[in-house]
């Protein structure tokens, strides 16, 4: 059975996918990636899931791996781990690259790390956290009311195991973007960070 190491643990790093909100629902025939956004009464909240075979392992060490390179993460500029926090609880600022002219968009949020052994999840919940120790540059806009939750979990008893990777969550991006443009924001980097997830792990099992 998967166990995490500790030094994982420790530097769990939080990210979100539906960094720009409006009405959207798109599914990606060719990977399987199904992307779908919809109104609450807490706002707009965006989903996101696909089938993978990398591990819960697997996902988390590139995950830790955000701060020295984000890339995969569609339109992010930087990721910074606020150390200090235990090793199940952080707080992370991450920025995303907005489209001109606007402003680069940062959320900062708790991320809580749970694995659950018996049925092999991982579960990396995000909540909004307050600002007054961590002031944001004018050069960015803050995103408030960022919620969000990310799930990977076997979804079959056989061999080669499977599982289904999956989010969910919410956020406002603040500011004047046109909702045509967010909406076209929101699927595209929802989509291709899916895409860019699946890429990496078929890249580093069939190495050239």
């Given amino acids: 059975m998967l166990r995490l190491h500790a030094n994982h643990k420790r530097h769990v790093c939080a990210f979100l996918l539906g960094i720009f909100v409006s009405f959207c629902s798109f599914a990606d025939q060719s990977d399987e990636i199904w992307v779908n956004v919809t109104d609450t009464q807490n706002g707009q909240e965006v989903t996101a899931s ?3 075979s990398f591990t819960p392992l697997d996902f988390l060490a590139l995950v830790t791996g955000a701060p020295a390179d984000c890339s995969w993460i569609e339109h992010c500029e930087s990721v910074k781990v606020y150390e200090g ?20 968009r940062v959320m900062l949020v708790y991320s809580q790390l749970h694995y659950d052994e018996a049925h092999n999840t991982l579960t990396i919940t995000l909540n909004d956290a307050p600002t007054q120790n961590y002031p ?25 195991a499977e599982y289904t990777l999956s989010y969910v969550g919410r956020g406002c991006a603040n500011g004047n973007i046109p909702k045509w443009l967010a909406r076209s924001y929101l699927q595209s980097s929802t989509l291709q960070t899916f895409k860019n997830l699946k890429n990496h792990f078929k890249a580093r099992a069939n190495p050239l």
């Fill in 50 to 52: 696909t089938k993978v």
């Fill in 85 to 104: 926090l235990g090793s199940h609880n952080q707080l992370v600022e991450t920025v995303i690259d907005a489209p001109w002219p606007f402003k680069d």
């Fill in 136 to 160: 944001i540059s004018e050069r960015f806009v803050r995103m408030s009311d960022v919620h969000g939750k990310w799930t990977l979990q076997q979804s079959n008893k056989d061999e080669p």
